[in-house]
Protein backbone atom coordinates (compact mmCIF):
# COMPACT_ATOMS: atom_id res chain seq x y z
CA UNK A 1 0.00 0.00 0.00
CA UNK A 2 1.30 3.28 -0.91
CA UNK A 3 2.32 6.31 1.34
CA UNK A 4 0.77 9.88 1.00
CA UNK A 5 3.08 12.41 2.46
CA UNK A 6 1.14 15.84 3.95
CA UNK A 7 3.63 19.09 3.78
CA UNK A 8 1.56 21.54 5.02
CA UNK A 9 0.62 24.58 7.21
CA UNK A 10 4.57 23.61 9.48
CA UNK A 11 4.45 19.99 10.00
CA UNK A 12 4.59 17.33 7.88
CA UNK A 13 3.30 13.44 8.16
CA UNK A 14 2.36 10.24 6.38
CA UNK A 15 -1.01 8.65 5.79
CA UNK A 16 -1.52 5.35 3.66
CA UNK A 17 -3.30 5.56 0.57
CA UNK A 18 -7.02 3.50 1.50
CA UNK A 19 -7.04 6.60 3.34
CA UNK A 20 -9.56 8.95 1.52
CA UNK A 21 -10.33 12.81 2.20
CA UNK A 22 -13.58 13.64 4.15
CA UNK A 23 -15.63 16.24 2.25
CA UNK A 24 -14.72 19.46 2.80
CA UNK A 25 -18.32 20.54 4.36
CA UNK A 26 -17.36 17.97 7.17
CA UNK A 27 -14.85 19.14 8.80
CA UNK A 28 -14.10 22.52 10.72
CA UNK A 29 -12.42 25.62 9.57
CA UNK A 30 -9.48 24.80 11.64
CA UNK A 31 -8.93 21.25 10.32
CA UNK A 32 -5.85 20.92 7.73
CA UNK A 33 -6.23 17.13 7.04
CA UNK A 34 -9.66 15.17 7.83
CA UNK A 35 -9.84 11.65 6.73
CA UNK A 36 -12.00 8.48 6.67
CA UNK A 37 -11.62 4.99 6.26
CA UNK A 38 -14.77 2.38 5.97
CA UNK A 39 -14.14 -1.30 6.84
CA UNK A 40 -17.28 -3.59 6.86
CA UNK A 41 -19.47 -0.94 7.10
CA UNK A 42 -17.67 0.60 10.20
CA UNK A 43 -16.18 4.15 9.76
CA UNK A 44 -12.87 5.38 11.12
CA UNK A 45 -11.69 8.85 10.80
CA UNK A 46 -8.11 10.77 11.71
CA UNK A 47 -8.93 14.36 12.24
CA UNK A 48 -5.46 16.87 12.34
CA UNK A 49 -6.38 20.21 13.64
CA UNK A 50 -4.11 22.99 14.03
CA UNK A 51 -4.87 26.30 16.22
CA UNK A 52 -2.68 29.25 17.85
CA UNK A 53 -0.96 28.19 20.79
CA UNK A 54 -1.45 31.78 22.44
CA UNK A 55 -0.09 31.60 25.68
CA UNK A 56 0.34 27.43 26.41
CA UNK A 57 4.09 26.98 25.89
CA UNK A 58 3.89 22.97 26.93
CA UNK A 59 1.62 20.18 26.60
CA UNK A 60 1.70 19.51 30.21
CA UNK A 61 -0.57 23.14 30.08
CA UNK A 62 -3.16 21.59 27.93
CA UNK A 63 -4.14 18.46 30.06
CA UNK A 64 -6.79 20.11 32.30
CA UNK A 65 -8.62 21.84 30.10
CA UNK A 66 -8.68 18.83 27.28
CA UNK A 67 -10.05 16.79 30.29
CA UNK A 68 -12.59 19.25 31.00
CA UNK A 69 -13.75 19.86 27.19
CA UNK A 70 -14.11 15.80 27.02
CA UNK A 71 -16.03 15.62 30.63
CA UNK A 72 -18.30 18.22 28.85
CA UNK A 73 -18.94 16.20 26.07
CA UNK A 74 -20.39 12.94 27.75
CA UNK A 75 -16.63 11.34 26.98
CA UNK A 76 -15.32 8.53 30.02
CA UNK A 77 -11.63 9.20 30.28
CA UNK A 78 -9.67 6.37 30.17
CA UNK A 79 -6.61 7.97 30.50
CA UNK A 80 -4.66 11.23 30.31
CA UNK A 81 -0.90 11.32 30.35
CA UNK A 82 2.43 13.08 28.64
CA UNK A 83 4.09 10.91 26.34
CA UNK A 84 7.72 11.09 24.49
CA UNK A 85 7.41 10.99 20.78
CA UNK A 86 10.50 10.71 18.68
CA UNK A 87 11.89 13.42 21.13
CA UNK A 88 8.69 15.54 21.34
CA UNK A 89 6.28 15.58 24.29
CA UNK A 90 2.79 14.64 23.71
CA UNK A 91 0.04 15.32 25.57
CA UNK A 92 -2.56 12.20 24.61
CA UNK A 93 -6.18 11.42 25.88
CA UNK A 94 -8.52 8.57 25.24
CA UNK A 95 -11.75 8.43 26.02
CA UNK A 96 -14.82 5.76 25.22
CA UNK A 97 -18.22 6.42 25.32
CA UNK A 98 -20.40 3.64 24.79
CA UNK A 99 -23.58 3.12 22.55
CA UNK A 100 -26.10 0.46 23.38
CA UNK A 101 -28.30 -1.65 20.94
CA UNK A 102 -30.95 1.24 20.91
CA UNK A 103 -27.98 3.11 18.98
CA UNK A 104 -28.12 5.73 22.30
CA UNK A 105 -24.75 6.33 24.51
CA UNK A 106 -24.92 5.34 27.22
CA UNK A 107 -23.08 8.06 29.98
CA UNK A 108 -23.65 5.34 32.66
CA UNK A 109 -22.12 1.86 31.78
CA UNK A 110 -24.43 0.28 34.23
CA UNK A 111 -27.48 0.78 32.52
CA UNK A 112 -26.34 -1.90 30.17
CA UNK A 113 -27.03 -5.81 31.29
CA UNK A 114 -24.62 -8.49 30.55
CA UNK A 115 -26.04 -9.31 28.03
CA UNK A 116 -26.80 -6.21 25.96
CA UNK A 117 -24.99 -5.90 22.89
CA UNK A 118 -22.45 -2.82 23.41
CA UNK A 119 -19.91 -0.91 21.27
CA UNK A 120 -17.57 1.52 22.55
CA UNK A 121 -16.59 4.65 20.18
CA UNK A 122 -12.81 5.34 20.69
CA UNK A 123 -11.43 8.87 20.67
CA UNK A 124 -7.88 9.02 20.63
CA UNK A 125 -6.68 12.79 20.66
CA UNK A 126 -2.50 13.96 20.69
CA UNK A 127 -1.36 17.54 20.86
CA UNK A 128 1.82 18.61 20.24
CA UNK A 129 2.92 22.24 20.44
CA UNK A 130 5.16 23.30 17.66
CA UNK A 131 7.03 27.04 17.53
CA UNK A 132 3.59 28.72 18.06
CA UNK A 133 1.41 26.58 17.03
CA UNK A 134 -0.78 23.46 18.64
CA UNK A 135 -1.71 20.56 16.66
CA UNK A 136 -4.58 18.13 17.43
CA UNK A 137 -4.94 14.73 15.95
CA UNK A 138 -8.29 13.18 16.70
CA UNK A 139 -8.61 9.35 15.83
CA UNK A 140 -12.57 8.15 15.85
CA UNK A 141 -13.26 4.57 15.76
CA UNK A 142 -14.93 1.77 17.37
CA UNK A 143 -12.70 0.14 19.80
CA UNK A 144 -13.61 -3.59 19.19
CA UNK A 145 -12.63 -2.86 15.53
CA UNK A 146 -9.23 -1.09 15.98
CA UNK A 147 -7.72 -2.04 12.52
CA UNK A 148 -6.91 1.74 11.71
CA UNK A 149 -5.27 2.44 15.57
CA UNK A 150 -1.89 0.78 14.06
CA UNK A 151 -2.77 3.46 11.22
CA UNK A 152 -2.79 6.38 13.82
CA UNK A 153 0.57 5.35 15.64
CA UNK A 154 2.13 5.18 12.15
CA UNK A 155 0.94 8.55 11.48
CA UNK A 156 2.12 9.89 14.91
CA UNK A 157 5.22 8.87 14.48
CA UNK A 158 6.28 10.37 11.28
CA UNK A 159 5.77 13.25 12.51
CA UNK A 160 7.91 15.98 11.44
CA UNK A 161 8.26 19.88 11.69
Not at 41 to 62: F, M, R
Request: hydrophobic share 40%; with cysteine.
Amino acid sequence: MDEIQFDEEGIKFKYLSNWKEQKKEMVAPNCIKALVKVVDGNPSTITVYKNDAGEVNAVAELEESFKENFKKQGWNIAESRILNLNGMPVYNIIAHSVIGEDGKVKENIAELSEDEKRITLENYTSALINDGSMYVFELMHFKELPYAFNDYLAIMDSIEF
